[in-house]
T-cell receptor, first 117, second 113 residues
């Protein structure tokens, strides 16, 4: 149980294009989903927190117009990197939880490796 | 402020040696959770353990063991008789009253055959 999928697993795109990454909770309803990015040899950096049906909360320094997050259902959140540039190349990971607070364990997707040429 | 420190950037040992990965945390909350995750080269995070702040019992799972010491705010991870497949980056993380995770910088573990 508690499986989170991401699609695509890898994407290569040209500079200036937009890329959409999907995060799905396959066997549970996710009240909250998180989006992280991870640069090579670095730790995970939280980009934003999204709750179903409401606007995402972005961390300081993350451009909300650049990284559009939509959490339209309890099983799907999407991250769209708009007008991607080479510096957006990174490993993007989503996670989902079923309840806030308490043990609310985060279940992680396998990640999406984005390369912008 | 909440913080997780993994002071060891990289550790390299020969197969079958025991190795301990250190994790020191800071939080003002009395209720919190500590986690260890493994990230192999594929990138997918593998959950290893969760420990809540009220449970200081050490845990052993096969070759893995964890030592939680509230007095020193540490949650160290030991691999006994290491194997090449243990090579990965290991992250320690803290979850307190906020449901967000605070991550350590990670320790890259290299097990040489």
């Amino acid at each position: 149980g508690a499986v989170v999928s991401q699609h695509p697993s890898r994407v290569i795109c040209k500079s200036g294009t937009s890329v959409k990454i999907e995060c799905r909770s396959l066997d549970f309803q996710a009240t909250t989903m998180f989006w992280y990015r991870q640069f090579p040899k670095q730790s995970l950096m939280l980009m934003a927190t999204s709750n179903e049906g409401s606007k995402a909360t972005y961390e300081q320094g993350v451009e909300k117009d650049k990284f559009l997050i939509n959490h339209a259902s309890l099983t799907l959140s999407t991250l769209t990197v708009t007008s991607a540039h080479p510096e957006d190349s990174s490993f993007y990971i989503c996670s989902a939880i079923t309840t806030s607070g308490g043990a609310g364990e985060q279940f992680f997707g396998p990640g999406t490796r984005l390369t912008v040429l | 402020a909440q913080k997780v420190t993994q002071a060891q950037t990289e550790i390299s040992v020969v197969e079958k040696e025991d190795v301990t990965l250190d994790c020191v945390y800071e939080t003002r909350d009395t209720t919190y959770y500590l986690f260890w995750y493994k990230q192999p080269p594929s990138g997918e995070l593998v959950f290893l353990i969760r420990r809540n702040s009220f449970d200081e019992q050490n845990e052993i799972s096969g070759r893995y063991s964890w030592n939680f010491q509230k007095s020193t705010s540490s949650f160290n991870f030991t691999i006994t008789a290491s194997q090449v497949v243990d090579s990965a980056v290991y992250f320690c993380a803290l979850k307190d009253s906020n449901y967000q995770l605070i991550w350590g910088a990670g320790t890259k573990l290299i097990i040489k055959p």
